[in-house]
């Protein structure tokens, strides 16, 4: 663990209401010391320039100011040993720094070799999702939490689907960030050097909802207990038909949609009445129409550009649903 | 000062009249016509940078693709852009000529230059607007608007490829390559469009007989435009029609 | 002789012209068809303080919203527009242009001793092409607003349905950055085709030298961005796959193009900026500006190294480790050259006579405040802690610092100093101290805070927030009202001093550079007689007739025609 270079205990001040110092949240991962220990670093060498530059300009600002008897003395215009020591020393201290910097940030970049667990992170319009894929994950869970444990090596692989736009995942206890971009994959690797919840912000402007597409990072000690958390957080297999369908919309819809008549700005169309439109036709935007049916919905979850509704922007990212998570949605919609 | 005063005020009277086509703020002809000519170099510099861009983003999807550039050239046909360097070489040519014409008041040899030159970039862009058009039938169009039925692709490519289908090039991302090509020459095609305006301003003006040995900045720093004009597709036919 | 300064009677009875470039003619066409650097600067200075109080209402209105974690006044996607809005009206419209397009243009030629800029119909038009952007953007605000970031960032941008709005904000940035790079050249050409004799390269103002290194990058930048924004354009309409990874593109060399010139452009607003400064600091403390060369090429080595550092604002987008090491290394070596020039300003005041008058109380706010700026950057240039700290409020808090802090800082200042030049009337100088350090004030209560958000993990551009930031947001509230307030009294007093205020003698602060020889207003032709060049530091020159007179050449440097200062 690196020295705390001071000012970390500042802290009882107030502002410190989730712990760690009055600068940082707690240091939870492996490589925030490292992080912290260069900012303070800097930070040191800011104050003594900026002391230095602001008392010398106080000093003269008291010592010269105008006023009767005073009067300014013509002194050498340049000094070049002067000049060149006031060039030269704050390089090395910068080569210094850039040195220090650097050596943590390949700590930052380069995963241990062996025993990283894979997790796969798809951030969409306003939602985190995570995969947990391959050994020794045994199956496929996705959750929107994410579960770790503590004192293990992971590795995300970061992207965002291509109709979506860019996002960017931010575990400020950690110290890390990294943008997810459409069309690309990102990695990010840390391991969890606390247990217990910490945030996870998307820190890329991504539409309306931006500043409400925060999750939790949770930090459990042991294996059983994330096993148990990942498993019932969501599982389609867990609900009946009937009872999944407020799930999903609680999850995936209400950013856009309503069920009370409201109109969300810039979001879809209500779902109140879908009931009652069942069965008939619908009239679209570019002037085709359909009946809503079963495969309307299905084509409504996976194209969604295909049948936009008149009125409605072009907006919505396509998901694609298990077949019980498909019947559960069309359950749902038919009782609104 | 007084001394000074009437120093500067003799100096001025020693002068003599000022030419008309002297703007208020300059002291001589010369400074004005070396004023606008260094305006203009820092104006091409600019353009250049413009254009680099887009030379970047070649370099990089080249970079990324470079299966999709080696299609694509099948695509361009070597002898229409080939025809056009030569048009615009001699468009060159003829620039340069005009601005000599000009310098030493060849009325008329200007007034054929300027219009050969006119005439050139014209000839240019009417062999882009077949270019174009042929593309626009087949489909070789930009990103996934990209659709040519294999019926439609150059005989050649298929020769050398004989299972290639139009799809198969959508899915291999195509559809770049002609954002770029589009992009690109289109950017220099309205370059050359702005430049057969000045060309055409160029030509009422010397009609008029305002060109003299001592005033013919504006011909000059045309010329200066159009051989950047003609520099830049030196560089874009290579990239695009030549390298496969 | 008639009119100049050197037929002032001994008594110290200052002559104010009757006809000056004011009133030379008359009429609103007069104004809008004028090929008059002054008249255009003036013009420039209206539009520019005009985009000052839009970019300013959005920002009052966005600081307010945060007031609480919820929804106060505006709805989220409202808020969203508003920061946008406030961040490109305060980029495109007001700061990039607004040092040299205004000041710049109305001192340039004067401080060279020149009549006009080299190409005085092109600033004409670089004023139009400003106000057509500005009207674009008005338009773009009745359509109902852009919710893009001014950074307009593919997919989010340019991948929606086709927008009216976008459409014009596209357009908008384009033409500005026209009118931008028309101004550079034309500034160029000027300082090296217009210098009278005996005006070296080494004689001029460093406020000559800053906007030189200005116009290079102004030149050579921003035809990248007009080129970018071009594409985002054809692309939103065509969707041809340049950007869009939907059809084949890459958000991220969006990123490249749009950075390559969105760095270079905080130092196209800050080196006017601290040109402004050199000025201020000079004649405030009547002393000789302290490592002149090195000022002036540190200026051109910030310009320079400028144009190597855009990656840093890409370390987490996905770009190569190697890369981001080598983008790091660049970034710190600019502030090398930033630091020479806050060493030499701290020198210059040594041993000088230091005349706290408003343009100079905003000159050492600048050391302070770009001396926080400039520091700040550090963390950000060193990658391991940017990891951290990118888009989170330390950002926000450092690009203010630097790019209000600074830049408007020095504007403000600027405009007072040369307000006496421009109108030839002074304004109320108690009232200018007074705003003066409610800018100062406004500016720390307003950003200081932000700081230690932004390490504690605030995202930027949130609507929202978690309860723990709340009393970060509301300080920073307060601060800018503060700030808010200075801005309106400022407009107050300057435009009552425009009809009220005591006309203004020809060199009220005792300045050396050639500017200061013209009367205040100055001639349609800016000097009426040859003005006598010399140093532009050379406050030996000069002495105090009276408060109300200002000073005078002495007789000595009139009837020699020579500079009496041994300093070179």
Redesign the interface.
Known sequence: MMADLGLGKLAGLPLAQSGGSFWFPPQSSTVAAGSDFTYFLILWLCIIFFVGICGATLYFMVKYRKRPGHKEEITSTHNTRLELAWSIIPLILLLVVFGVSTYWYLEMVNPPNSGVREIRVEASQWKWRFTYSGAPFTKNWTTKKLYLIKDKPYQMIMTTPDRDVIHSMFIPAFRVKQDCVPGRYNKLWFQPTESGEFDLFCTEYCGRDHSEMITKVVVVETEAEWKRLVETEYDPEAYTIEDLGPVIYADNCTSCHTLDGRQIENGGPSFQGFGERWGKERKFADGTSRVVDETYVKDSLEKPGMNVVQGYPNAMTSFNFNEKEREAIIAFLRKQ | ??T??AE?ETRHEALPARPKEL????DTLH?QY???K??MW??L???L??????F??YA?YRGNHQEMFHYAHYFLDWRLGGLNTVVLLTSSLTAAWSVRCAQLEQRKGLLITLALTFLCAGAFMVVKYFEYSHKLHIGAV????FGVATADLPPALLEKYPGMTGQQLQLM?M??FF??Y??MTGLHGIHVLVGMGLYAWLFVRALRGHFNRRYYGAVDNVALYWHIVDMIWIFLFPLLYLIG | MAGGIVEKPASGEVIHPKVHYLNASKGLKSWLVTLDHKRIAIMYLVAVSVALLLGGFWAVLLRTELLGPRDMILSNDWYNRAFTLHGAVMVFLFIIPGIPASLGNFILPMQLGAKDLALPRVNLMSWYLYVIGLVFFLAVLFLGGLDTGWTLYPPYSSGRDIQWNLILSYTAVFILGFSSILTGLNFIATMHKLRPKGMSMYHMPLFLWALYATSLIQVLATPVVGLTLGLSLVEHMFKIGIFLPQYGGDPVMYQHFFWFYSHPAVYIMVLPAMGVQSEMIATFSRKHVFGYKAIGWSSIAIAAIGFLVWGHHMFVSGQSPTAGIIFSLLTFFVAIPSAIKVFNWVATLYKGSIDFKSPMIYALSFIYLFGIGGLTGLFLASIATNVHLHDTYFIIAHFHMVMVGSVLTAFLGGVHYWWPKMTGRMYNETLGRIAAVMVFIGFNVTFMPQFVAGTRGMPRRYANYLDEFTIFHQISTIGAYILGAAVVLQAGYLLHSLFKGKKAPPNPWGAASLEWQATSPPDFHNFTEKPIVMGAYDFENWELVSEDAGYRLKREVVETGKSLSKVH
């Open positions: 000062m007084s000074s005063v500067h703007a208020m703020h300059f400074q070396s004023t606008g260094l305006a820092l104006f510099g600019q353009e940078l413009f254009f680099c861009g887009l970047t983003a990089v930009w990103g996934s608007n991302g559809g770049t954002a770029i589009f992009c």
